[in-house]
């Protein structure tokens, strides 16, 4: 049965026209010409999209969207305008639109996003049919609707079938371990263990040993044999996070770990035999990286099979009311609030807004302004505090006291230094290399300074 697409425009010859192309490529359509009819027909039918103008006669087309909304729930809409702006086009989607485009479009665009939007409709009914049947979908967990997303939560379904290595990449932030959970748990080796090791935050004369593993008496101190973290990984999968951080002499170690899925344990002269998926994340550059010299072209062009470009959020902003909601509702339970929502006006700055933290800085923003938040809905104020340097009271409460004053001067500040490694660990939502920027140090130097103070940064991940 094919999908069917409600157009509502006053304009007879370019409704004829998107009439023309859209049944051309197998959909069923029907049309209105004013918002008050589109509502009615909407109400009494069933409709998979709306393509809905903005101007019109009566009833505008922003002034539709809620009355769309109750009488189609579900059916996503897409805004068509002559007249729309920047601002505008952000009003569409704070108001449910999943999409909007500005007159003239061309058709193959508007394809597209035609496209994307039934492949989100089916996966979302594929999704309720799971559900219906007590089976949820790791995807679930990783939010956004918008086309990128979409696009690549269908390239991770299709890898995570395979038995192949896998490379992430993107900008920090965007949610490189989140989709490398979500890889290893829809793949085949669910069911067995998924270590993840930090390359940038292992100090470089550690790091072979916490891979590969060593054999007794292969430096001072290794009084026994110890496993790798490959080995470790048995029948499962290994994460090597920051991957562009790893030491140019390790490389073609690692290299014949992912070509032959074996290698010597450090002071060992048998290779050991790998039963694991690799994943690699990254948010560098590695084709620069290696012009400049600092990574093997054959290890990248090895990795770079089944790879995963994440989408910046600047890239994606539909997705941020979905991505909103999401944060309140975490913010609400770790601070013990209830607030209800989020006003237009503040969402208007967090849409004005590049993020270059990506999805990471969105969520602190979100809790932040929920800390502010003094009443029911989240305003342009308490979001422009969340901007701001400012330390709220209660952000304060939770952070660690400052020492005390009349200690010695050496236990002082070795107090200090764990306050201000907690705090950064704090605000960074437990992320090793984000606070080591916020401390000015390598994420290596950090690494040390953990060891030393016995700090688990796992306890300041955000949930």
């Known amino acids: ?178 989709v490398s959970d979500t890889i290893h748990a829809m793949s085949k080796r669910a069911k067995g263990p998924f270590i993840k090791i930090n390359c940038a935050a292992i100090p470089e004369n550690l790091i072979e040993s916490e891979l590969f593993g060593h054999e007794k008496g292969a430096f001072t101190g290794a009084a026994a044999a110890k496993q790798g973290k490959f080995e470790q990984a048995k029948g499962g999968s290994i994460l090597l996070d920051e991957l562009g951080e790893m030491p140019l002499h390790l490389q073609p170690k690692l290299l014949r770990a992912v070509e032959q899925k074996q290698a010597e344990r450090l002071g060992g002269t048998k290779p050991i035999k790998y039963d694991v998926r690799i994943i690699a994340a990254t948010n560098r550059n590695l084709e620069e990286k290696i012009e400049a010299g600092e990574f093997r072209s054959d290890l990248y062009y090895r990795l770079n099979v089944a790879t995963l470009i994440l989408p910046p959020l600047r890239e994606r902003k539909s997705d941020l009311p979905q991505l909103a909601d999401f944060f309140l509702e975490r913010a609400n339970r770790r601070l013990g609030t209830d607030i209800a929502g989020i006003s237009a006006e503040a969402m208007e700055i967090f849409f004005n807004y590049d993020w270059p933290g990506n999805v990471r800085q969105f969520a602190n923003a979100v809790e932040r302004a929920a800390i502010f938040c003094a009443s029911s809905m989240i305003t342009a104020a308490e979001v422009d505090q969340a901007f701001s340097n400012k330390q709220p009271e209660q952000d304060a409460q939770q952070q660690p006291a400052l020492p005390e004053t009349d200690l010695p001067l050496k236990q002082a500040l070795i107090q200090y230094e764990r306050y201000l490694i907690e705090n950064a660990l704090r605000r960074a939502g437990g992320t090793q290399t984000d606070a080591a920027d916020t401390l000015g140090i390598s994420a290596k130097n950090l690494w040390n300074k953990l060891q030393k103070h016995g700090i688990d940064p796992a306890q300041f991940k955000l949930r």
């Open 1 to 178: 049965m094919p999908e069917k697409i409600l157009i509502v425009d006053d304009d007879r010859a370019f409704q004829g026209m998107l009439v023309e192309a859209l049944t051309d490529k197998g959909y069923e359509v029907d049309t209105a010409s004013t918002a008050e009819d589109g509502i009615k027909k909407a109400a009494s039918a069933s409709f998979d999209l709306i393509l809905h103008d903005i101007k019109l006669p009566g009833m505008s087309g922003l002034d539709a969207l809620p009355h769309l909304a109750e009488a189609a729930p579900g059916v996503d809409v897409i805004v068509m305008t002559g007249y729309a702006s920047k601002d505008s086009g952000v009003q569409a989607m704070q108001r449910g639109a999943y999409d909007y485009f500005t007159k003239p479009f061309s058709l193959s665009e508007m394809e597209v996003v035609v496209r994307r939007a039934m492949e989100k409709r089916r996966m979302q009914e594929e999704l309720s049919e799971l559900k219906k049947r007590g089976k949820t979908s790791p995807l679930n967990d990783i939010i956004g609707q918008s086309p990128p997303m979409l696009a690549i939560k269908e390239r991770i379904a299709r890898v995570a079938e395979l038995n192949a290595d896998v490379l992430i990449m993107g900008e920090t932030g965007t949610g490189k371990e989140l």
